[in-house]
């Protein structure tokens, strides 16, 4: 299983609207994204290692594909629409990356 | 839900040996957090955005737990024999992150 990881870092005089992000942007990612997407799951940053340390991400989500090339498929259509809606909640550009679920139990 | 997130920055010079973190570093992290533990989850980074481009994180993994006091309580066991384990696998600090899981599905 392939985890598409997409978080947004929480670096200093940026924005998020979580708010924006959960009830729109990630309705309308799922949306589009729909074919072949396994699985989402979407987090809200609380803190760092320690109470009061600031997270260093705000949140993000993992979107959960059976392959690269299904979550290519899917993206492609996808981009304009979702790239055009990201500065409707925040001003930071997201870290993108694939990773292989090797463990989940 | 509660996800404390641990993730292993690719930087230039580091090191880190999946291997070793599959084999022994989580079965020992699984076993010793294992009160109050719902799920864990591993990933070993692919690549970034895009194809050829290397991941932000060699990888990394995710405990959940019902509350940052459930995990608290079980890490302060834990923590001395699991700081220890870590030269063995890896040179760089994780980044480490609370957040609350938002969604799911």
New interface residues.
């Given amino acids: 299983m ?2 598409i ?1 997409v978080l947004y870092p929480n670096k200093p005089g940026s924005h998020f609207d ?1 708010g924006y992000y ?1 009830s729109t942007h ?1 309705p309308l990612a799922m949306r589009l994204l729909a074919k072949g997407l396994r ?11 320690k ?1 009061g340390e600031p ?3 705000f ?1 993000g989500c993992q979107f959960y594909f059976d392959s ?1 090339e299904a979550f290519s498929a899917a993206w492609t259509a996808a981009a304009p629409e979702l790239s055009t809606d990201i500065p409707k909640y925040t001003n930071v550009a997201p ?11």
């Fill in positions: 392939i985890k990881s979580m959960l990630m699985k989402t799951e979407v987090d809200a940053g609380i803190q760092g290692a109470p997270p260093a991400f949140g690269i870290i993108i990356q694939f990773n292989e679920v090797k463990l989940s139990l």
